[in-house]
């Protein structure tokens, strides 16, 4: 199997099931079951379902070796777990790339206070020179302060820069490492057009995206997948890790949103209780009444519309309670096309840069999942 298979088989698997994933269950229930039939009553077919997206999301066409080739150790115990193995792996990857020139100037865009920078600058050898982008002014400061003497801090927008914009005698190294939504789009259109540039890119926050920016490959507008907001959240929050402390507090909260969505069809089945944003954290620590009181405010409904009693029975009462699990099975059902919405979105973008470059231009996974699930890299 290869990438073109791959892709093949996620945008089908996403055609046959768009009605669940096209939407959240609150606009699928209690009416629009239907799609989520064969999930909900044939085991097996859920079980080969999912191991089926996972062999594609984890597919082995996308495992990378980053062992430590070196015998320097690089010093990040400043950092968050998470950032210390991010930059290990990348430069770990970094390092194993032996067709790199021997100086290369580091442009990392978006790059935040510059942690990344600055340890690949100092680590890695042939990163002669080193300039990170952010268009956030305190972030930018405090890495000068940090990292001044490894990095130049450039405060720009770089949704407005274009090649020119870079030195244009040098090698580069264009660097984005979780640009939010279009930022890692600009990246890789930046690294299509400055010729003798090296890039690695990895995506984040899809939901900023437009449609208008997913489907760029002619391999994607060929087998087209209709995204939306609702999918795009998805993509991005379908598989992130949780602690048990935070999957308690999901449920809680799905079990408030959902009775009173309940409470809502029976009693103001007109108001688009659906559309409610989430409210505060505290909030779900609270009794359910006071959430309840919370939202008819949001719905201009006066909070004293039912009783404590009435609502503290609604949302122990077992029928409500069976009818609310069940929602968040479906909710949890939808949650595993996650990892496919992202996977035809990296891999969308994998083709769009190599239809255009001809160059032998790689997808791998290069951080476990667990500690970073944004773990795709374009290089
Ligand atoms: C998710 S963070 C990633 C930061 C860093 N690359 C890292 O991995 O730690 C996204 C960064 O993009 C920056 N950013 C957002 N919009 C930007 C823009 N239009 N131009 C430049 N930087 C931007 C933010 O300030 C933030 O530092």
């Not at 239907?34 to 999912?50: D, G, I, P, T, W």
């Not at 970094?94 to 510059?114: A, R, V």
């Not at 939010?180 to 259109?189: E, H, P, R, Y």
């Not at 992130?240 to 507090?249: A, F, Y």
Request: aromatic fraction near 12%; include cysteine.
């Amino acid at each position: 199997m290869n990438k073109e298979d791959i892709f093949h088989q996620t945008t089908e698997l996403l055609a046959q099931h768009h009605a669940i994933w096209s939407k959240e269950i609150l606009f699928s229930y209690p009416n629009h079951l239907a799609s989520y039939e064969l999930l909900r009553q044939k085991r097996l077919y859920r079980r080969e379902l999912f191991e089926k997206i996972n062999s594609l999301f984890y597919h082995s066409l996308f495992n990378c070796s980053t062992s430590f080739l070196g015998s320097q150790r690089i010093d990040l115990r400043r950092l968050k777990e998470k950032k210390q193995h991010e930059i290990t792996r990348i430069a770990h990857l970094l390092q194993q790339q032996q067709h790199f020139p021997s100086s290369l100037h580091l442009i990392d865009l978006c790059g935040g206070m510059g942690h990344l920078a600055n340890h690949l600058k100092s680590h890695l050898p042939f990163f002669q020179q080193a300039t990170s982008f952010d268009n956030d002014e305190k972030l930018q400061q405090k890495g000068r302060e940090l990292y001044g003497h490894h990095v130049s801090f450039k405060s720009k927008d770089i949704s407005v820069l274009n090649a020119l914009d870079f030195p244009q005698r040098e090698p580069l190294f264009l660097c984005g490492l979780h640009s939010c939504g279009a930022l890692s789009l600009k990246q890789l259109q930046l690294s299509k057009e400055i010729p003798a540039s090296f890039f690695l890119n990895v995506g984040c926050c899809y939901h900023k995206l437009k449609e208008s920016e997913c489907n760029l490959s002619q391999m994607a507008k060929d087998n087209f997948t209709f995204h939306n907001n609702e999918s795009l959240t998805l993509a991005t929050r379908g598989h992130e890790k949780e602690s048990p402390q935070n999957r308690l507090h999901k449920i809680r909260v799905k079990r408030f949103r959902y009775t009173f969505y309940l409470l809502g069809l029976r009693y103001f089945p007109h108001l688009p209780i659906q559309q409610l944003r989430s409210s505060p954290a505290t909030l779900y620590k609270q009794s359910f009444t006071t959430y309840v009181q919370e939202q008819l405010k949001r719905l201009s409904l006066p909070p004293e519309e039912f009783s404590e009693t009435f609502l503290e029975h609604f949302f122990k009462e077992e029928k409500n309670k069976k009818e609310v699990k069940m929602m968040i099975h479906l909710g949890e059902y939808r949650k595993e096309f996650g990892k496919l919405l992202e996977l035809q979105i990296v891999l969308d973008r994998y083709f769009w840069v190599q239809e255009s470059t001809r160059q032998n231009i790689q997808l791998k996974r290069i951080f476990d999942p667990q500690i970073s699930p944004r773990s795709l890299a374009i290089f």
